[in-house]
């Protein structure tokens, strides 16, 4: 077991960190069902036996990454939405962590994140997706604020949320740090730009502008804003998909 003095090196305290990130990796390689608490202490080098020391079976190690996980992002998140800011740099930012956190940050960790959910202890599995909608309506409260202040369209706020949510979180699917072609803060970017168009007002239909809006955007006014909603998240994931072709 080559790798045992290095885990017996560690400080205590981060040996069970170390058993975390093992599992998650591995659950991503291999996925939770097939990987066993075997293969985690064959990966840290160590007995089952001393793996048993830290945690006690394969259920729980799941549930930690998820609290884990899920805290990286929403502590982040639950700050931002805190700010003094405009509803329009809060969401801005948001998107940027969320990316952050899923690229850079670990990406072994949210691929099991936004896979494994049905594998979860019942116990757990309601807490995280209690915990998740508590984000999303972080999300949705920013996008509603927007809207009462004339920054952005009258979009549906909690579908608009879902939206920008599902594109965030698809790119644990398509990205590799190892073959991708785009940096983290050039996805962000691109998501950025892409979701505004999708949910930001121009600058001449922000309050305050004089100019008059054309005959197709009073018509468009008109209409439900469910099925604007709906087509906005049909056409970003049309160019979600080229953006997706491009890598691969």
Same mark, same amino acid.
């Given at each position: ?13 981060? @040996? ?14 291999k996925g939770f ?62 998107? @940027? ?29 309601k807490k995280i ?96 804003? @469910? ?22």
């Amino acid at each position: 077991m080559e790798n045992q003095p290095e885990f017996k090196g560690l400080d205590k305290s981060l @040996r069970k960190q170390k058993i975390i990130d093992t599992a998650a990796a591995l659950f991503h390689r291999k996925g939770f069902a097939s990987a066993t608490l075997d293969d985690v202490s064959k990966e840290l080098g160590i007995s089952k036996a001393a793996l048993y020391h830290y945690v006690g079976s394969k259920d729980e190690l799941l549930s930690i990454i998820y609290t884990q996980a899920f805290d990286n992002i929403f502590k982040d998140t639950y700050e931002i939405s805190g700010m003094d800011l405009p509803p329009d740099e809060k969401l801005r930012l948001i998107i @940027r962590n969320h990316i952050n956190n899923i690229i850079i940050k670990d990406l072994s960790m949210f691929s099991v994140y936004f896979s494994e959910e049905s594998q979860l202890p019942e116990k757990d599995f309601k807490k995280i997706r209690e915990e998740k909608k508590k984000y999303t309506r972080i999300v949705e409260k920013i996008i509603a604020e927007g809207i009462s202040k004339g920054l952005f369209k009258n979009v549906d706020p909690l579908l608009e949320a879902y939206a920008i949510l599902g594109m965030c979180n698809w790119i644990y699917k398509w990205y590799s740090p190892k073959t991708a072609h785009y940096t983290p803060e050039k996805i962000a970017d691109h998501f950025i730009a892409l979701l505004e168009g999708g949910y930001l007002k121009s600058d001449e239909h922000r309050p305050g502008s004089k100019a008059k809006p054309s005959a197709s955007v009073r018509k468009s006014a008109k209409t439900d804003p @469910r099925k604007q909603a709906l087509n906005r998240v049909k056409e970003q994931c049309r160019l979600l998909i080229e953006l997706i072709d491009e890598v691969v």
